[in-house]
Protein backbone atom coordinates (compact mmCIF):
# COMPACT_ATOMS: atom_id res chain seq x y z
CA UNK A 1 0.00 0.00 0.00
CA UNK A 2 1.38 3.21 -0.84
CA UNK A 3 0.36 6.74 1.10
CA UNK A 4 -0.85 9.24 -1.71
CA UNK A 5 -1.41 12.92 -0.61
CA UNK A 6 -5.30 12.74 0.01
CA UNK A 7 -7.70 15.89 0.85
CA UNK A 8 -8.51 13.42 4.30
CA UNK A 9 -8.25 14.10 7.55
CA UNK A 10 -7.62 11.38 9.93
CA UNK A 11 -8.15 12.58 14.33
CA UNK A 12 -8.03 15.89 15.57
CA UNK A 13 -10.24 19.11 14.62
CA UNK A 14 -10.78 19.84 11.17
CA UNK A 15 -9.18 23.49 10.58
CA UNK A 16 -11.28 26.09 9.40
CA UNK A 17 -10.89 25.92 5.42
CA UNK A 18 -10.41 21.83 5.51
CA UNK A 19 -11.95 21.15 2.09
CA UNK A 20 -13.77 17.83 3.85
CA UNK A 21 -16.11 19.47 6.43
CA UNK A 22 -19.37 18.07 6.08
CA UNK A 23 -21.72 21.03 7.12
CA UNK A 24 -24.38 19.31 8.81
CA UNK A 25 -28.00 20.02 10.06
CA UNK A 26 -26.39 20.91 13.31
CA UNK A 27 -23.90 23.59 11.71
CA UNK A 28 -27.53 25.71 11.38
CA UNK A 29 -28.75 25.14 14.51
CA UNK A 30 -26.26 25.93 16.61
CA UNK A 31 -25.07 29.39 14.69
CA UNK A 32 -28.57 30.02 14.51
CA UNK A 33 -29.30 28.94 18.73
CA UNK A 34 -26.01 31.32 19.36
CA UNK A 35 -26.85 34.19 17.39
CA UNK A 36 -30.08 33.78 19.73
CA UNK A 37 -28.22 34.04 22.68
CA UNK A 38 -29.39 30.64 23.53
CA UNK A 39 -27.07 28.84 25.77
CA UNK A 40 -25.83 25.34 23.58
CA UNK A 41 -24.48 22.16 24.50
CA UNK A 42 -23.06 19.65 22.20
CA UNK A 43 -22.90 16.23 24.46
CA UNK A 44 -22.10 13.45 22.40
CA UNK A 45 -20.26 10.52 21.93
CA UNK A 46 -16.21 10.76 20.90
CA UNK A 47 -15.17 11.19 17.16
CA UNK A 48 -18.21 13.07 16.30
CA UNK A 49 -16.83 15.90 14.91
CA UNK A 50 -17.72 18.21 18.29
CA UNK A 51 -14.28 20.43 18.05
CA UNK A 52 -14.55 21.02 14.33
CA UNK A 53 -18.11 22.04 14.99
CA UNK A 54 -16.74 24.40 17.41
CA UNK A 55 -14.31 25.07 14.86
CA UNK A 56 -16.04 26.35 12.47
CA UNK A 57 -18.87 28.09 14.17
CA UNK A 58 -16.67 30.24 16.14
CA UNK A 59 -15.36 31.54 12.93
CA UNK A 60 -18.93 32.25 11.37
CA UNK A 61 -19.21 34.11 14.89
CA UNK A 62 -16.71 36.10 14.93
CA UNK A 63 -17.21 36.78 10.94
CA UNK A 64 -20.96 37.96 12.51
CA UNK A 65 -19.47 40.07 14.93
CA UNK A 66 -19.30 38.30 18.09
CA UNK A 67 -16.50 37.92 20.51
CA UNK A 68 -15.63 34.64 20.69
CA UNK A 69 -12.91 32.71 23.28
CA UNK A 70 -12.52 28.96 22.99
CA UNK A 71 -11.02 27.05 26.20
CA UNK A 72 -10.01 22.94 25.97
CA UNK A 73 -10.68 22.17 29.38
CA UNK A 74 -8.10 19.30 29.63
CA UNK A 75 -5.26 22.12 29.48
CA UNK A 76 -6.31 23.57 33.03
CA UNK A 77 -5.58 19.72 34.67
CA UNK A 78 -7.92 18.11 36.87
CA UNK A 79 -5.11 17.48 39.81
CA UNK A 80 -5.27 21.06 40.71
CA UNK A 81 -7.24 23.06 43.70
CA UNK A 82 -10.15 24.57 42.67
CA UNK A 83 -8.40 28.11 43.39
CA UNK A 84 -5.51 26.54 40.79
CA UNK A 85 -8.22 25.64 38.28
CA UNK A 86 -10.61 29.05 38.39
CA UNK A 87 -7.44 31.41 38.47
CA UNK A 88 -6.42 29.33 35.30
CA UNK A 89 -9.52 29.80 33.59
CA UNK A 90 -9.53 33.23 34.40
CA UNK A 91 -6.25 34.00 33.12
CA UNK A 92 -7.00 31.52 29.94
CA UNK A 93 -10.42 34.09 29.34
CA UNK A 94 -7.91 37.21 29.67
CA UNK A 95 -5.84 35.62 27.28
CA UNK A 96 -8.16 34.56 24.57
CA UNK A 97 -10.11 37.79 24.53
CA UNK A 98 -6.75 39.80 24.51
CA UNK A 99 -7.05 42.15 27.74
CA UNK A 100 -3.43 40.97 29.27
CA UNK A 101 -2.96 45.32 28.57
CA UNK A 102 -5.80 46.10 30.54
CA UNK A 103 -6.23 43.08 33.39
CA UNK A 104 -3.52 41.71 35.97
CA UNK A 105 -4.86 38.30 36.99
CA UNK A 106 -2.55 37.52 39.46
CA UNK A 107 -2.94 40.89 41.64
CA UNK A 108 -6.57 41.08 41.17
CA UNK A 109 -7.18 37.58 42.47
CA UNK A 110 -4.61 38.57 45.68
CA UNK A 111 -7.17 41.64 46.37
CA UNK A 112 -10.12 38.65 46.18
CA UNK A 113 -8.24 36.07 48.74
CA UNK A 114 -11.29 35.75 51.02
CA UNK A 115 -13.51 35.36 48.55
CA UNK A 116 -14.45 31.56 46.89
CA UNK A 117 -13.11 30.74 43.90
CA UNK A 118 -16.65 30.64 41.92
CA UNK A 119 -17.21 34.10 43.22
CA UNK A 120 -13.77 35.49 41.24
CA UNK A 121 -15.42 34.11 38.34
CA UNK A 122 -18.45 35.98 38.71
CA UNK A 123 -17.10 39.14 39.86
CA UNK A 124 -14.26 38.65 36.73
CA UNK A 125 -17.09 38.09 33.96
CA UNK A 126 -19.55 41.10 35.66
CA UNK A 127 -16.42 43.85 36.36
CA UNK A 128 -14.45 42.71 33.62
CA UNK A 129 -15.73 40.77 30.73
CA UNK A 130 -18.69 42.43 30.41
CA UNK A 131 -17.62 46.31 31.03
CA UNK A 132 -14.59 45.64 28.75
CA UNK A 133 -16.09 43.96 25.69
CA UNK A 134 -18.86 45.76 24.30
CA UNK A 135 -19.71 42.86 21.74
CA UNK A 136 -21.70 39.87 22.21
CA UNK A 137 -20.00 37.09 23.38
CA UNK A 138 -19.31 33.21 23.54
CA UNK A 139 -17.22 31.12 25.40
CA UNK A 140 -17.22 27.70 24.49
CA UNK A 141 -15.83 25.34 27.21
CA UNK A 142 -14.46 21.81 25.08
CA UNK A 143 -13.60 18.66 26.97
CA UNK A 144 -15.95 19.00 29.95
CA UNK A 145 -16.14 15.82 30.41
CA UNK A 146 -12.62 16.04 31.54
CA UNK A 147 -13.70 17.76 35.13
CA UNK A 148 -16.66 15.80 35.36
CA UNK A 149 -14.98 13.60 38.93
CA UNK A 150 -13.53 16.76 40.22
CA UNK A 151 -15.15 17.93 43.58
CA UNK A 152 -16.03 21.35 42.63
CA UNK A 153 -17.78 21.02 39.22
CA UNK A 154 -21.27 21.03 40.53
CA UNK A 155 -20.81 24.23 41.52
CA UNK A 156 -18.67 25.16 38.40
CA UNK A 157 -21.93 23.98 36.13
CA UNK A 158 -24.37 25.68 38.41
CA UNK A 159 -22.49 29.08 38.34
CA UNK A 160 -22.71 28.71 34.40
CA UNK A 161 -26.68 28.41 35.15
CA UNK A 162 -26.78 31.27 37.29
CA UNK A 163 -25.34 33.49 34.57
CA UNK A 164 -28.40 32.33 32.63
CA UNK A 165 -30.92 33.27 35.10
CA UNK A 166 -28.93 36.55 36.10
CA UNK A 167 -30.63 37.66 32.82
CA UNK A 168 -33.81 38.88 34.75
CA UNK A 169 -32.11 40.74 36.68
CA UNK A 170 -29.08 42.06 34.64
CA UNK A 171 -29.65 42.86 31.15
CA UNK A 172 -25.96 42.73 30.36
CA UNK A 173 -26.02 39.30 30.63
CA UNK A 174 -27.76 38.86 27.79
CA UNK A 175 -24.75 39.55 25.59
CA UNK A 176 -22.86 36.21 27.52
CA UNK A 177 -22.89 32.88 26.13
CA UNK A 178 -21.55 29.61 26.70
CA UNK A 179 -21.35 27.02 24.54
CA UNK A 180 -20.42 23.24 26.13
CA UNK A 181 -19.04 20.50 24.45
CA UNK A 182 -18.07 16.90 25.47
CA UNK A 183 -18.86 13.29 26.18
CA UNK A 184 -21.43 13.43 28.88
CA UNK A 185 -25.20 14.20 29.38
CA UNK A 186 -27.39 17.09 30.84
CA UNK A 187 -27.62 14.82 34.06
CA UNK A 188 -23.75 14.34 34.49
CA UNK A 189 -23.38 18.35 34.89
CA UNK A 190 -25.11 18.79 38.36
CA UNK A 191 -25.27 15.59 40.44
CA UNK A 192 -26.00 16.92 43.96
CA UNK A 193 -29.36 16.11 44.31
CA UNK A 194 -29.91 19.37 46.91
CA UNK A 195 -29.26 21.44 44.01
CA UNK A 196 -31.18 22.36 41.08
CA UNK A 197 -30.50 20.20 37.95
CA UNK A 198 -28.75 21.76 34.74
CA UNK A 199 -31.74 22.21 33.13
CA UNK A 200 -30.85 25.36 30.59
CA UNK A 201 -29.75 25.58 27.41
CA UNK A 202 -30.31 24.20 24.01
CA UNK A 203 -29.04 20.65 23.08
CA UNK A 204 -27.40 20.16 19.53
CA UNK A 205 -28.10 16.19 17.79
CA UNK A 206 -25.11 16.07 16.17
CA UNK A 207 -25.53 13.07 13.94
CA UNK A 208 -23.24 11.08 11.82
CA UNK A 209 -23.02 12.07 8.02
CA UNK A 210 -25.95 11.56 5.60
CA UNK A 211 -24.91 10.78 1.78
CA UNK A 212 -26.47 14.36 0.39
CA UNK A 213 -24.33 16.20 3.46
CA UNK A 214 -21.26 13.72 2.67
CA UNK A 215 -21.09 14.06 -1.19
CA UNK A 216 -19.77 17.33 -2.19
CA UNK A 217 -16.66 17.85 0.61
CA UNK A 218 -15.71 14.02 0.46
CA UNK A 219 -16.38 12.75 -2.65
CA UNK A 220 -13.67 14.88 -4.64
CA UNK A 221 -11.10 12.81 -2.81
CA UNK A 222 -12.29 9.66 -4.33
CA UNK A 223 -12.74 10.60 -8.10
CA UNK A 224 -10.52 9.14 -10.18
CA UNK A 225 -9.60 7.13 -7.41
CA UNK A 226 -11.48 4.39 -6.97
CA UNK A 227 -14.62 2.45 -9.50
CA UNK A 228 -17.90 3.80 -8.79
CA UNK A 229 -16.61 7.05 -6.22
CA UNK A 230 -20.47 7.81 -5.60
CA UNK A 231 -21.79 4.26 -4.81
CA UNK A 232 -17.97 4.26 -2.63
CA UNK A 233 -18.93 6.99 -0.38
CA UNK A 234 -22.19 5.67 -0.12
CA UNK A 235 -21.45 2.25 1.22
CA UNK A 236 -18.69 4.08 3.13
CA UNK A 237 -21.55 5.91 4.98
CA UNK A 238 -23.14 2.77 5.01
CA UNK A 239 -20.97 1.06 7.17
CA UNK A 240 -19.59 3.90 9.49
CA UNK A 241 -23.18 4.79 9.97
CA UNK A 242 -21.45 8.69 8.98
CA UNK A 243 -19.34 8.62 11.91
CA UNK A 244 -16.78 11.54 10.78
CA UNK A 245 -13.87 9.66 11.94
CA UNK A 246 -14.39 6.34 10.63
CA UNK A 247 -15.60 7.77 7.67
CA UNK A 248 -12.73 9.74 6.92
CA UNK A 249 -10.27 7.00 7.66
CA UNK A 250 -12.17 4.62 5.36
CA UNK A 251 -12.22 7.36 2.85
CA UNK A 252 -8.40 7.65 2.87
CA UNK A 253 -7.65 3.90 2.76
CA UNK A 254 -9.55 3.66 -0.24
CA UNK A 255 -7.39 6.08 -1.99
CA UNK A 256 -4.03 5.05 -1.01
CA UNK A 257 -3.40 2.40 -3.01
CA UNK A 258 -5.45 -0.44 -0.87
CA UNK A 259 -6.64 -3.43 -3.14
CA UNK A 260 -9.68 -3.85 -4.81
CA UNK A 261 -12.28 -5.19 -2.70
CA UNK A 262 -16.26 -4.79 -3.14
CA UNK A 263 -16.54 -1.74 -0.76
CA UNK A 264 -13.85 0.66 -3.28
CA UNK A 265 -15.50 -1.17 -6.34
CA UNK A 266 -18.62 0.05 -5.15
CA UNK A 267 -20.14 -2.63 -3.53
CA UNK A 268 -21.06 -4.67 -0.43
CA UNK A 269 -18.44 -4.97 2.06
Not at 87 to 111: G, Q
Amino acid sequence: MTNQPTIYQVGGSLPNNAATYAVRKADTEIFDALMAGEFCYVLNSRQMGKSSLRVKTMQRLIEAGVACASIDVTQIGNYVTSEQWYASLIKTLVNSFKLSDKFKVLPWLRERKQLSPVMWLGEFIEEVLLSEIPENIVIFLDEIDSIIKVEFKDDFFAFIRSCYNQRAENPAYNRLNFCLLGVATPADLIQDKQRTPFNIGRDIDLTGFTVEEAKAPLLPGLEGKVDNPEQVLAEILNWTGGQPFLTQKLCKLMVDGSPLTPLNKGGTP
